[in-house]
């Protein structure tokens, strides 16, 4: 009985964080750059045409056509999940503390695609000519590409 | 009545002194060693670290250990808000669970109880992983089906052999030492497996509610999250087959 009382009161201090869910409120919301990068642009912005891409292509497969024809510079890393973009046009992403820095972020109004959720409003927005797009997902390697919808690479700030 | 279920045996305990020094002591390691891997994907020894040395110290040594790694280790990989949560909630949970199975350790047979738990544990998963791998009923990134449904395949696989071997030694090998430590491995394996899906299904639980996620958000978070929840089971499975044995026999010589 002792042991067990023991292993209840154990339990139940492990779940005293779920408090800090309840009443937390908090939210991650990327704050996007306003400050100047050395003139260096921090959004890059594309909007599929059928003519751009083949059936199967990603987001990633478009964006080394573009640097194969000389059109965008980018780096990336081999991320778990696949590349992981760290650099664009010479704008590197940076680290302020452990807790925010700067990152290239994908941004999508391609919300569902094969049933599949690419993106939604509830991950960050960004306004783009009126028109509002999600933060993806999904990495770069794993983003579809589909005629008509807007793709954009955005320097964005995040903190937690 | 001394408090300690039937079938299962008190260990010999560390003195306070030395339980706070083990403590520390393990609390250091799995940081190091979390910190030395952190670039290799799958290998899981912090679980394997933590699993060990909850089973040879005892549930409230894993519980403490547990929650003091889920805090320090903060100050080295940072701290965000969502990872300190679930780490508080599962590891301490985590090593509460493998030092009360440690009990098994001085027991000549697993209880019945044990038994008949593992094999039902083992079937559904076995059933869980291959039915939605055959129906591919997963909504994921078509770049991750592959890998996703490999794993899935694999892990039902294991899950189901796991079951039949366990019984078969129960059935057929009765009494052995050498059987009753494998029925104990396929058990604290197929534990681990099963609390690394926890973990993940967990995050699954937290992350919508800390972030703020639409309903829509969370299910594209849980479909998701199958592609690092996978890997990470079968890592575990392959880690803690391999290493718990001769880990927990040099902290039982540590012990004594």
């Known amino acids: 009985m002792k042991t067990f009382l023991i292993a209840c009161a154990m339990c139940t201090a492990a779940a005293c964080p779920l408090l800090f869910c309840a009443c937390g409120g908090l939210k991650i919301n990327p704050d996007l750059v306003e400050n100047d990068f050395g003139g260096a642009p921090t959004s890059y912005v594309y909007t599929m ?11 990633y497969d478009y964006l080394l056509s573009l640097r194969a024809d000389g059109e965008l510079q980018f780096e990336t890393t081999a991320g778990q999940y696949g590349p992981y973009i760290t650099s664009v046009g010479g704008l590197e992403e940076k680290y302020e503390s452990a807790a925010s820095g700067y990152s290239w ?4 109004d391609l919300e569902e695609y094969g049933g599949v959720i690419y993106s939604d409003a509830s991950y960050g927005t960004w306004e783009h000519d009126g028109k509002l797009l999600n933060s993806a997902s999904y990495g770069v390697s794993a983003m579809p590409l589909a005629e008509g919808y807007t793709y954009a690479l955005v320097y964005s700030r995040w903190s937690y | 009545m001394n408090g300690t279920p039937r079938g299962l045996h008190r260990r010999k305990v560390l003195s306070p002194a030395k339980e706070i020094a083990f403590t520390a002591l393990t609390c250091a390691m799995l940081i190091g060693v979390q910190y030395a891997l952190y670039a290799l994907p799958g290998v899981e020894c912090v679980t394997v670290l ?12 894993g519980f403490f250990t547990g ?13 965000y808000i969502q990872v300190v949560i679930l780490y508080c909630i599962y590891f301490p949970l985590f090593g509460l669970v493998f030092g009360l199975a440690g009990r098994l350790k001085g027991t000549k047979k697993l209880p019945l109880s044990f038994k008949v738990s593992l094999n039902a544990v083992c079937a559904a998963l076995c059933v869980a992983a291959l039915c939605i791998a055959g129906t591919g009923a997963l909504k994921i990134a078509p770049v991750y089906e592959g890998m996703v449904y490999t794993l899935l395949y694999i892990a039902g696989v294991f899950f189901g052999i796991a079951a039949l071997t366990f019984d078969c030694i129960w059935i057929f090998c009765r009494g052995g030492e050498h059987a009753d430590r494998a029925m104990k491995l396929i058990f604290v394996t197929s534990a681990a497996a099963l609390c690394t899906i926890c973990f993940t299904l967990l995050d699954d639980a937290l992350a919508p509610l800390i972030l703020g996620l639409s309903e829509r958000g969370a299910l594209a978070y849980f479909y998701a999250s199958f592609a690092a929840m996978l890997p990470q089971t079968v890592c575990t499975i392959v880690t803690v087959a391999l290493l718990f044995v001769p880990i927990t026999q040099t902290l039982d010589k540590i012990l004594r």
Not at chain 2, 50 to 61: D, I, K, N, P
């Open chain 2, 67 to 79: 929650l003091c790694f889920a805090l320090l280790r903060c100050i080295v990989f940072g701290f």
């Open chain 2, 50 to 61: 933590l699993a060990c040395t909850a089973y040879v110290f005892g549930a409230r040594f």
């Open chain 1, 105 to 108: 972020m994908i941004y999508t």
């Open chain 1, 49 to 59: 045409d059928g003519e751009d891409f083949e059936e199967g292509d990603t987001f």
